[in-house]
């Protein structure tokens, strides 16, 4: 059974998260992943609406992962997201894009989760030790 993530990324992300996703469907890669945000558009403007769906998308989901570049803390949706999964119990990883070394985190998540660099080999141990947030 695959572990259902959402994953939470800024949309100047988008890539990152198609190589998350391709990473999960390599049959020699060991990844359990089923992400939830992005895999469906949302059809709708309607702000109140779309948060409904993203908040039932993070309900249903059993960890949070939310990429990080270096403006992904300016993000209101991120940072709507993170306090929704947060609001919600959920376990969140902040992981790095490729090549970043440091960066500021979203506010609901500075100085609660560990920053994890870009490691493709290693994103299923950051999976596994996701941290409730309190």
């Known amino acids: 059974m695959s572990k259902r993530v959402f994953i939470s990324f800024k949309a100047e992300n988008k890539k990152m998260f198609d190589d998350i996703t391709l990473l999960a469907k390599n049959p020699n890669y060991d990844l359990d992943l089923y992400a939830e945000s992005a895999r469906f558009p949302i059809d709708s403007r309607n702000a109140p609406y779309i948060k409904t769906v993203i908040e039932d998308k ?35 990883v902040a992981m790095a894009v490729k090549d970043l070394k440091r960066a500021k985190l979203p506010k609901p998540i500075r100085d609660k989760v560990e920053f994890f660099p870009w490691n493709a080999g290693s994103l299923g141990n950051y999976l596994q030790s996701a941290v409730t947030v309190k």
């Not at 992962?65 to 270096?70: D, R, W």
């Not at 803390?73 to 940072?79: E, G, I, P």
């Open 58 to 92: 993070i309900q249903t989901s059993g960890v949070v992962l939310c990429i990080i570049s270096t403006n992904t803390y300016k993000s209101d949706w991120v940072c709507w997201e993170l306090e929704t999964a947060i609001k919600l119990n959920k376990p969140i």
